[in-house]
């Protein structure tokens, strides 16, 4: 019989042994469930995922996730052109927020108008769409997002023309609606 053949045949039984004795050990350390003497080894696989920050700021055309599951991105438009016979004072100017909205839990997400507040730095807190101003067909009153389901709406703000440092707040999250210098 050639050698080589005989050393394979060895590290082949070698091999088989061995396998055999670790699932005899693992099964016994496992007490009696495989699952239990496989988890170190899986879990060696598994490589950790970072938690999103949901309390830091979120810039303008990133995607923020909030705690409800609603994966967030906001633009910004300032000032808003509006045409009609819309009167605001001069101190005024209309602003668009756009916010793509992504749900990523496993239930239905319930947005509305009312839980989008902005804040600047002047101390003023404004509404989203004021009444009786402006209307656009996708101006978000209220909505329903089922899950995996996305949805683009947009909010109208009427703010101070000399206002800065504005941020949308949703819930706790908040989103600079200026870039960052």
Do not use: H, W
């Not at 005899?24 to 060696?44: C, E, H, I, R, W």
């Not at 319930?110 to 509404?127: C, M």
């Not at 947009?154 to 908040?174: C, V």
């Amino acid at each position: 019989m050639p050698m080589g053949l005989v050393v394979g045949g060895i590290a082949l039984v070698l091999v088989l042994c061995c396998t055999c004795g670790g699932l005899v050990v693992g099964y016994q350390l496992g007490g009696g469930d495989l699952t239990k003497s496989f988890q170190p080894l899986t879990s060696a696989f598994n490589r950790a995922t970072p938690t999103p920050d949901r309390t830091s700021p979120v810039s303008l055309r990133t995607k923020g996730i909030m705690d409800n599951g609603l994966e967030m991105i906001v633009t910004v438009q300032r000032p808003l052109k509006i045409e009609g016979t819309v009167k605001i004072p001069p101190t005024d100017q209309f602003m668009l927020v756009s916010v793509t909205m992504t749900n990523t839990k496993k239930t239905d997400i319930k947005v509305s108008a009312a839980d989008f507040k902005v804040k600047g730095d002047g101390g003023l807190t404004y509404d989203a769409n004021p009444p009786k101003t402006v209307t656009m067909p996708n101006m978000l009153v209220e909505a329903t997002i089922a899950p995996g389901k996305k949805l683009d709406a947009e909010l109208i703000y009427q703010i101070a023309a000399n206002d800065s440092g504005l941020k949308l707040i949703y819930l706790k999250r908040t989103f600079l609606l200026e870039e960052q210098k």
